[in-house]
């Protein structure tokens, strides 16, 4: 138990389904990311919520939209997704810069 | 872009022998990271280094951080089938925000 929850664990999504990922963390924690982790590639960072407030968006398509209501939740929001968005996504929380605790992902497969 | 690249990205070995993984860049990092996730989880931390030549012991496992804080190996003594998994190591930068994964070793150990 790492103290970041994500539900649901596994989502298929047709390519004009509208879903939402969830994720909550117990640890009072002021940092929330998400990440996109991809067979063969490096963890990739997709959004960062410091405090509440977006701080990063690396370039990721307006089809991910992220809403962080409170420093405990967070969620992704997806829309018109596209096959190769198909990824493990991953929550993470931290301490300021500090490590990151990772909640157990959400596999998703867009077909 | 500070890059991390992970070698080997695979290693299947038989349980009681020891294996060595790495993890270099040409950049300098001010604290590395060390997570290992295991099948349909998220990356759970192991270790920081933050000082140049720093070793740190963790049961059986043994991390160094580089004397320049440019690459950091991991030295697992007589492996386990617990051990399986992969293994990222993490850079963090003072002057950035967020932490450089590398691809990851994907260790299997047989019994």
């Known amino acids: 138990e790492t103290g970041v929850t994500q539900t649901p664990r596994h989502l298929v999504m047709g390519m004009t389904n509208k879903k939402s990922l969830k994720c909550e963390q117990h640890?009072?924690?002021?940092?929330m990311y998400w990440y996109k982790q991809s067979a063969k590639k490096p963890l990739e960072l997709m959004f960062v919520?410091?405090?509440?407030?977006?701080?990063e968006n690396n370039s990721v398509p307006s089809r991910f939209s992220p809403e962080c209501p409170n420093s405990s939740h967070l969620f992704l929001h997806l829309h018109t997704l596209q096959p190769e968005d198909s990824a493990l996504y991953l929550c993470?929380?931290?301490?300021?810069?500090?490590?990151?605790?990772f909640g157990s992902g959400t596999r998703l497969t867009v077909v | 872009t500070q890059l991390l690249e992970q070698s080997p990205q695979f290693l299947s070995i038989q349980e009681g022998e020891n294996l060595t993984v790495y993890c270099n860049s040409s950049?300098?990092?001010?604290?590395l990271q060390w997570y290992r996730q295991e099948p349909g989880e998220g990356p759970v931390l192991l270790v920081t280094?933050?000082?140049?030549?720093e070793v740190k012991k963790l049961k059986r496992l043994t991390f160094q951080f580089g004397d320049a804080r440019k690459d950091s190996s991991l030295h697992i003594t007589a492996a386990q089938p617990g051990d399986t998994g992969l293994y990222l190591c993490?850079?963090?930068?003072?002057?950035?925000?967020?932490?450089?994964f590398g691809s990851g070793t994907q260790l299997t150990v047989l019994p």
């Open positions: 950049s300098v990092f001010s604290s």
């Open positions: 640890l009072g924690h002021n940092a």
């Open positions: 919520y410091n405090f509440k407030e977006q701080t």
């Open positions: 993470a929380s931290s301490l300021g810069q500090g490590a990151r605790s």
């Open positions: 993490a850079g963090g930068s003072g002057s950035a925000r967020q932490l450089t």
């Open positions: 280094v933050v000082t140049g030549g």
